[in-house]
């Protein structure tokens, strides 16, 4: 890691008000970092879907089971890893919401989201045994090196 | 992070009456899409199929409430209905747009219009 990067790392319970917890935290680093409003949008969203499937499909919504958020700044990038402790999935199984077939589907829409949302995306098997969704949102020049806020100096392991 | 808020209002129109939602806050997991479900389900089960969402204050929706929103128009088609959306805020239309549903909804910017347009 460079001087420069930090890293904020918290363990969720599965649980409904985690999904807005993470997207608050989430938020609050990219304002800080210094992303516009709409990307703050994009980034909060996209976390968001990230920890909806992390409770329903990975976790299937067992309390027992934990989900793990963390985000990686750099001068460059703000990279989130959203884990759950399911079996896994790989993306090429998931259904195109955009196909005809699928348009009426009620759910299936957080990957493509996401992957709309930020500028990289992927999904590999994670080390806590379940899916790993690795989602990165480049900041802006202007907005380099501005990573010195309580929230994003923030770096102990934390339970929600 | 505010909630969702919801009130019904029925208006006449040519063909029968109109249930409208005024929906304001947040439709998302959790609350927000179980109170939508909640609403849309209430009006089915009080005969009433000929249903307007006013999205006019709804600021946020995330997959889930996108799947709500697809949910109530499926419930309401399954019983010969009409569910559709009016006044879309640019979030909830840029979203629409994204995932192919504008495809599927009919959407209005004018009520009365939209009260017009139900068969």
Same mark, same amino acid.
């Given at each position: 890691m460079t001087p420069q990067a930090k890293h904020l790392e918290v363990i969720l319970d599965t649980h409904v008000e985690s999904v807005n917890l993470a997207e608050e935290m989430c938020l609050r680093?990219?304002?800080? %970092?210094?992303?516009?409003?709409? !990307?703050?949008? /994009?980034? +909060?969203?996209?976390?968001?879907?990230? %920890?909806?499937?992390?409770?329903?499909? +990975?976790?299937?919504? #067992?309390p027992d *089971? *934990?989900?793990?958020?963390?985000?990686?700044?750099? #001068?460059?990038?703000?990279?989130?890893?959203? &884990?759950?402790? $399911? *079996? +896994?999935?790989?993306? !090429?199984?998931?259904?195109d919401p955009l196909a005809e077939e699928n348009l009426l589907s009620t759910?299936?829409?957080?990957?493509?989201?996401?992957?709309?949302?930020?500028?990289?995306?992927?999904? %590999? @098997?994670? /080390?806590?045994?379940?899916? !790993?969704?690795? &989602? %990165? #949102? #480049?900041?802006?020049?202007?907005?380099? $090196?501005?990573? +010195?806020? @309580?929230?994003?100096?923030?770096? @102990? *392991?934390?339970?929600? | 992070m505010a909630s969702l808020f919801a009130t019904c209002r029925e208006v006449g129109s040519d063909n029968g009456s109109v249930a409208i939602v005024d929906l304001s806050g947040r439709i998302s997991l959790g609350e927000g899409s179980a109170l939508l479900r909640k609403t849309v389900r209430d009006l089915l089960d =009080?005969?009433?199929?000929?249903?307007?969402?006013?999205?006019?204050d709804v600021n946020y929706i995330d997959s889930?409430?996108?799947?709500?929103?697809?949910?109530?128009?499926? =419930?309401?088609?399954?019983r010969s209905g009409e569910l559709k959306l009016l006044n879309l805020t640019k979030k909830v239309n840029d979203l629409l747009q994204l995932t192919k549903l504008f495809t599927v909804f009919d959407v209005y910017s004018d009520e009365g219009t939209a009260i017009r347009s139900f068969r």
């Amino acid at each position: 890691m460079t001087p420069q990067a930090k890293h904020l790392e918290v363990i969720l319970d599965t649980h409904v008000e985690s999904v807005n917890l993470a997207e608050e935290m989430c938020l609050r680093v990219a304002e800080a %970092v210094g992303f516009s409003e709409d !990307e703050c949008y /994009r980034i +909060g969203m996209s976390v968001r879907e990230g %920890v909806i499937n992390a409770f329903h499909y +990975g976790n299937q919504e #067992k309390p027992d *089971k *934990k989900i793990h958020l963390a985000v990686d700044l750099t #001068k460059e990038t703000m990279t989130i890893h959203v &884990m759950d402790e $399911g *079996k +896994g999935f790989r993306l !090429e199984d998931v259904p195109d919401p955009l196909a005809e077939e699928n348009l009426l589907s009620t759910s299936g829409r957080g990957i493509f989201l996401m992957r709309t949302f930020m500028d990289q995306f992927n999904v %590999v @098997p994670g /080390r806590t045994g379940g899916a !790993e969704i690795i &989602m %990165v #949102k #480049k900041i802006p020049p202007s907005s380099n $090196g501005n990573h +010195g806020s @309580p929230e994003s100096n923030a770096t @102990p *392991k934390q339970e929600a | 992070m505010a909630s969702l808020f919801a009130t019904c209002r029925e208006v006449g129109s040519d063909n029968g009456s109109v249930a409208i939602v005024d929906l304001s806050g947040r439709i998302s997991l959790g609350e927000g899409s179980a109170l939508l479900r909640k609403t849309v389900r209430d009006l089915l089960d =009080a005969g009433q199929t000929r249903i307007l969402l006013n999205l006019g204050d709804v600021n946020y929706i995330d997959s889930s409430g996108i799947g709500e929103l697809v949910s109530g128009f499926t =419930a309401v088609r399954n019983r010969s209905g009409e569910l559709k959306l009016l006044n879309l805020t640019k979030k909830v239309n840029d979203l629409l747009q994204l995932t192919k549903l504008f495809t599927v909804f009919d959407v209005y910017s004018d009520e009365g219009t939209a009260i017009r347009s139900f068969r």
